[in-house]
């Protein structure tokens, strides 16, 4: 199965989007490592801190500074359109800027985040090499045909082969971090299908039937 045939699916990301959604698989998060632990839990009433453990959510900023290069962000811009391409529902990852959440995620001052940071950016040199080596280019200048034949080397990791392992491990993190930026703006939602996170003008309580079957009429 060939990079296009296995990428270009957009229900199969919606399932794996789905999943990763649902309550039980975050049980996991509740206990958050130390060096994501929110500080000053004592303050009370006072509001929050706007320090990257106490955001100001309201008015949200990133409160460290952007690492990536521009030629990096088109690197990452081209592998973000290849994974959730445009459509006739929604625009395509690249273009709902996938890849500045990308540059947010691996600028993050967190071990977890700088983990990542070394795999996105080892991975970003090895397109650029693997692409001279290829097709005596850059990664930014190959054609269609000419990504998908790199991409079809890295996209599934048990399929790698012997020297691809690191780089499709890779485009795995970067799959993950693109249906993760996507799925959560207002199009990526729309695109799943969720109906949720949508202010009412009133509020209806359940019908009688409803609070019959739990057995609170």
């Known amino acids: 199965m060939s990079y296009s045939q296995r990428l270009a699916r957009r229900e199969v990301l919606k399932i794996v989007a789905s999943a990763a959604a649902a309550p039980g698989l975050m049980a996991g998060c509740a206990s958050a490592p130390a060096d994501l632990a929110v500080a000053d839990s004592g303050r009370s009433g ?48 690249d273009e709902l800027g996938a890849q500045h959440f990308i540059d947010e995620w691996v600028s993050a001052p967190y071990n977890p985040m700088r ?21 005596g280019s850059d990664f930014g200048e190959l054609d269609q045909a000419q990504y998908a034949a790199i991409c079809d080397d890295i996209c599934h990791e ?60």
């Open 115 to 135: 983990q990542d940071r070394e795999l996105v950016l080892a991975g970003i040199g090895w397109l650029h090499d693997e692409s001279a080596r290829r097709f």
């Open 46 to 93: 006072a509001g929050p801190a706007g320090t990257p453990t106490d955001p100001v959510l309201v008015n949200p900023v990133i409160p460290w500074e952007l690492t990536l290069s521009d030629t990096q962000l088109a690197t990452l811009g081209v592998l973000c359109g290849l994974i959730i391409p445009a459509d006739e529902k929604s625009p395509g990852a």
């Open 158 to 217: 048990p399929d790698a082969q012997p020297g691809f392992e690191q780089a499709a491990r890779f485009f795995d993190r970067i799959r993950a971090l693109t249906m993760m930026a996507f799925y959560t703006t207002r199009q990526g939602r729309a695109d799943l299908g969720y109906v949720g996170n949508v202010p009412l003008s009133q509020w209806d309580p359940p019908p009688i039937e409803a609070l019959r079957h739990v057995g609170l009429d």
